[in-house]
T-cell receptor
Framework: DSGVTQTPKHLITATGQRVTLRCSPR?????VYWYQQSLDQGLQFLIQ???????AKGNILERFSAQQFPDLHSELNLSSLELGDSALYFC??????????FGNGTRLTVT | DQQVKQNSPSLSVQEGRISILNCDYT??????FLWYKKYPAEGPTFLIS?????DKNEDGRFTVFLNKSAKHLSLHIVPSQPGDSAVYFC?????????????FGAGTQVVVTP
């Protein structure tokens, strides 16, 4: 158990819809990272938050946004969903320059 | 632009033998490399890492070798065990990037057979 909790585990929705993925980091970790894993692909970095502030951005689409709340949990919002957004979305957390601890992911299916 | 590549999508090895996983990278500025292991329906878990100032790091059955001139790293698992069957991801970090902004390879599926 990594200590990083992601909900929901699975999400099925239709094109054009909006969904919110939730992540609770390990206790004490101030940084939260979001990654996307599409079919047969490696993980792609989307965005990082540190103690409520956006710290780094990857190739995150404009239709996607994230935030980190005062209790350090984070949400990834995906809107105007397309079929190609179907993927596994992982959240990870860390403290300092320690290896990332990943949650078990949310599998998003867009139909 | 994939800067970290794992060219072998799969590897089958007998229990007790050595597993060698390879990873190539194109950006010589990467200064830290990590290997993650992933079981189905779980998130990746950290396995071992190496700084670019070293050429070898060992942790139990796992050893990572770094060849900077060839821009190549490898993960050796000796001896391989059935529980090692998983997908292994190589990842790298640029010193100019935020820690945690990992660039991952596409992964290698390892199957350890009895």
């Amino acid at each position: 158990d990594s200590g990083v909790t992601q909900t929901p585990k699975h999400l099925i929705t239709a094109t054009g819809q909006r969904v919110t993925l939730r992540c609770s980091p390990r206790s004490g970790d101030l940084s939260v990272y979001w990654y996307q894993q599409s079919l047969d692909q490696g993980l792609q970095f989307l965005i990082q938050y540190y103690n409520g502030e956006e710290r780094a951005k990857g190739n995150i689409l404009e239709r996607f946004s994230a935030q980190q709340f005062p209790d350090l949990h984070s949400e990834l919002n995906l809107s105007s969903l397309e079929l190609g957004d179907s993927a596994l979305y992982f959240c990870a957390s860390s403290v300092g320059r320690s290896p990332l601890h990943f949650g078990n992911g949310t599998r998003l299916t867009v139909t | 632009d994939q800067q970290v590549k794992q060219n072998s999508p799969s590897l089958s090895v007998q229990e007790g033998r050595i597993s060698i996983l390879n990873c190539d990278y194109t950006n010589s500025m990467f200064d830290y490399f990590l290997w993650y292991k992933k079981y189905p329906a779980e998130g990746p878990t950290f396995l071992i890492s190496i700084s670019s100032i070293k050429d070898k790091n060992e942790d139990g059955r796992f050893t990572v070798f770094l060849n900077k001139s060839a821009k190549h790293l490898s993960l050796h698992i000796v001896p391989s065990q059935p529980g090692d069957s998983a997908v292994y991801f190589c990842a790298a970090i640029l010193p100019t990037d935020s820690w945690g902004k990992l660039q991952f390879g596409a992964g290698t599926q390892v199957v350890v057979t009895p």
